[in-house]
C-alpha cells in the first residue's frame, strides 16, 4: 500500500511555469520499486495520460501535447516524483493526478495504475 499527496497546484498565466509535487508514504527503498505517472483531468473529459517514469527512473515518457514543455523526475531519497510544467497553456487547465504502480514501466492507461492520489488544481489563464 502506498499512499499519494499532490501539490504545487494554482493559477498562473500562459506561458508561465509551475512544479508539481506528489509525496509518497513508502520508504525510498519501497518508493523506487514503483512506477510512477502524471494524469489530468479536464471538465467533461475523461482522464488522460501527462507523463511517466519508470521503476528504475531511466525512462521517461510523455504525452504528445506536453513533450518539450513537461518534465518529470522522481527523487527516490525523498519518495517524492515532481512535474515540471513549462509554457503553460489554456488547455493545460486540468486536475493534476499522481499514480503508482509496481514494478512499472511505459504504462499509460489509467486502469494500469492502482494507486491514486486526491489531484491538485492548476489553472492556466489566457
Known amino acids: 500500500q502506498v499512499q499519494l499527496v499532490e501539490s504545487g497546484g494554482g493559477l498562473v498565466q500562459a506561458g508561465g511555469s509551475l512544479r508539481l509535487s506528489c509525496a509518497a508514504s513508502a520508504s525510498g527503498r519501497t518508493f523506487s520499486t514503483y512506477g510512477m505517472a502524471w494524469f489530468r483531468q479536464a471538465p467533461g473529459k475523461e482522464r488522460e495520460f501527462v507523463a511517466g517514469i519508470g521503476w528504475s527512473g531511466g525512462s521517461t515518457y510523455y504525452a504528445a501535447s506536453v513533450k518539450g514543455r513537461f518534465t518529470i523526475s522522481r527523487d527516490n531519497a525523498k519518495s517524492t516524483v515532481y512535474l515540471q510544467m513549462n509554457i503553460l497553456k489554456p488547455e493545460d487547465t486540468a486536475v493534476y493526478y499522481c499514480?503508482?504502480?509496481?514494478?512499472?514501466?511505459?504504462?499509460?492507461?489509467?486502469?494500469?495504475?492502482?494507486?491514486w492520489g486526491q489531484g491538485t488544481q492548476v489553472t492556466v489563464s489566457s
Open positions: 499514480a503508482a504502480q509496481k514494478w512499472s514501466d511505459y504504462r499509460v492507461r489509467v486502469d494500469e495504475y492502482g494507486y
